[in-house]
Nanobody, 123 residues
Framework: QVHLVESGGGSVQAGGSLRLSCTASGYTDSRYCMAWFRQAPGNEREAVASIYTGGGSELYVDKGRFTVSQDNAKNILYLQMNSLKPEDTAMYYC??????????????????WGKGTLVTISS
């Protein structure tokens, strides 16, 4: 069974940095998408970054102050977050999907989710 576990969240002041990790296990797909999402109270869940892996290729998508990466074994997903702002406060989730690419991203129709790690940025 697929198992995703996030770690690395915490409380930091604005301008600080955090690196989130997602350990993944229980799948052997040759084509897949790994992605980060976040959700603040009262808001919709928002895609943050993704990595598509398949056909001997990788496609990375991330936004601004955030950088997505994975280790050589491709079983750990990272999200490096720099210059954090209070509006970055949210639960951050790791997710796995089928690897369908559309509009330059693969973060659609995700099938499995971790339980999340809380990021709190104070001013």
């Amino acid at each position: 069974q697929v198992h995703l576990v996030e770690s690395g969240g915490g409380s930091v002041q604005a301008g600080g940095s955090l690196r989130l990790s997602c350990t993944a296990s229980g799948y052997t797909d040759s084509r897949y998408c790994m992605a980060w999402f976040r959700q603040a109270p009262g808001n919709e869940r928002e895609a943050v970054a993704s990595i598509y892996t398949g056909g001997g290729s990788e496609l990375y998508v991330d936004k601004g102050r955030f950088t997505v990466s994975q280790d050589n074994a491709k079983n750990i997903l990272y999200l490096q977050m720099n210059s954090l702002k209070p509006e970055d406060t949210a639960m951050y989730y790791c997710a796995k999907g089928q690897g369908t690419v559309a509009a330059g991203t693969c973060w659609y129709g995700m099938d499995y989710w971790g339980k999340g790690t809380l990021v709190t940025i104070s001013s």
